[in-house]
């Protein structure tokens, strides 16, 4: 080569050798794409949203699970006995005086017995048979209203059909007037406690008309 003779023209680096041969064509930066991994050929299975479940939470959460349904359970039990606690709590209060109730409304059907043994009123009677007359139907119905208050009620079955759970059958005659089945006359009434039977009324049933010849 003279002196002087132009130097070859070198081509840039650039043209013939990448320095860089992870270089990214779309950031131009040095960090290796993993969505073009030559060995795999696509993204890491825990990019994708396929990593595998550890059997061991899967194991607890069932475990969980079947905990919370036992809790559920006991807890609704729990709350039954509660309920059941509280009826009977209930119920011994309200029916504890039973046994003094049935003696009372003895007393209450003696007190309508002495009132209807009483005579009728007449025009001219004594003064004192009337002032009586007036002071035990008084007496009555005092004694009614507190036994009334007190959950203790009298129903009264004339006229009505005959009911087993209310009513005892004393008798049975034939009627013209009734259809067989039907109290014709209550001796006393039904006596209930917060609507528990405490006596059943003493009455009169209808066999219906009497048959012909």
Same mark, same amino acid.
């Given at each position: 080569? *003279?002196?002087?003779?132009?130097?070859?023209?070198?081509?840039?680096?650039?043209?013939?050798?990448?320095?860089?041969?992870?270089?990214?064509?779309?950031?131009?930066?040095?960090?290796?794409?993993?969505?073009?991994?030559?060995?795999?050929?696509?993204?890491?299975?825990?990019?994708?949203?396929?990593?595998?479940?550890?059997?061991?939470?899967?194991?607890?959460?069932?475990?969980?699970?079947?905990?919370?349904?036992?809790?559920?359970?006991?807890?609704?039990?729990?709350?039954?006995?509660?309920?059941?606690?509280?009826?009977?709590?209930?119920?011994?209060?309200?029916?504890?005086?039973?046994?003094?109730?049935?003696?009372?409304?003895?007393?209450? +059907?003696?007190?309508?017995?002495?009132?209807?043994?009483?005579?009728?009123?007449?025009?001219?009677? +004594? *003064?004192?048979?009337?002032?009586?007359?007036?002071?035990?139907? *008084?007496?009555?119905?005092?004694?009614?209203?507190?036994?009334?208050?007190?959950?203790?009620?009298?129903?009264?079955?004339?006229?009505?059909?005959? +009911?087993?759970?209310?009513?005892?059958?004393?008798?049975?005659?034939? *009627?013209?007037?009734?259809?067989?089945?039907?109290?014709?006359?209550?001796?006393?009434?039904?006596?209930?406690?917060?609507?528990?039977?405490?006596?059943?009324?003493?009455?009169?049933?209808?066999?219906?008309?009497?048959?012909?010849?």
């Amino acid at each position: 080569m *003279s002196i002087g003779q132009p130097l070859p023209t070198c081509k840039s680096m650039s043209e013939n050798t990448d320095p860089n041969p992870f270089a990214n064509a779309a950031t131009g930066d040095g960090t290796p794409n993993p969505a073009t991994d030559e060995h795999s050929g696509h993204a890491p299975e825990a990019e994708a949203g396929h990593a595998a479940v550890d059997p061991r939470v899967a194991e607890l959460e069932a475990e969980v699970a079947t905990l919370r349904d036992k809790w559920v359970r006991a807890e609704a039990e729990t709350q039954n006995v509660r309920n059941r606690a509280k009826r009977e709590v209930e119920d011994a209060r309200q029916y504890a005086v039973q046994k003094f109730a049935k003696d009372v409304v003895e007393a209450a +059907d003696n007190l309508k017995r002495a009132v209807a043994s009483l005579p009728q009123p007449t025009e001219g009677e +004594d *003064s004192i048979l009337t002032r009586m007359r007036e002071g035990i139907e *008084s007496t009555e119905r005092s004694f009614i209203g507190i036994l009334e208050r007190n959950g203790i009620k009298a129903e009264d079955a004339k006229g009505k059909p005959f +009911d087993a759970n209310l009513h005892q059958a004393m008798a049975e005659q034939h *009627s013209d007037e009734h259809a067989h089945g039907t109290v014709m006359e209550a001796w006393t009434p039904a006596w209930t406690l917060h609507g528990r039977l405490l006596k059943p009324a003493m009455v009169v049933v209808s066999k219906g008309p009497a048959q012909a010849g």
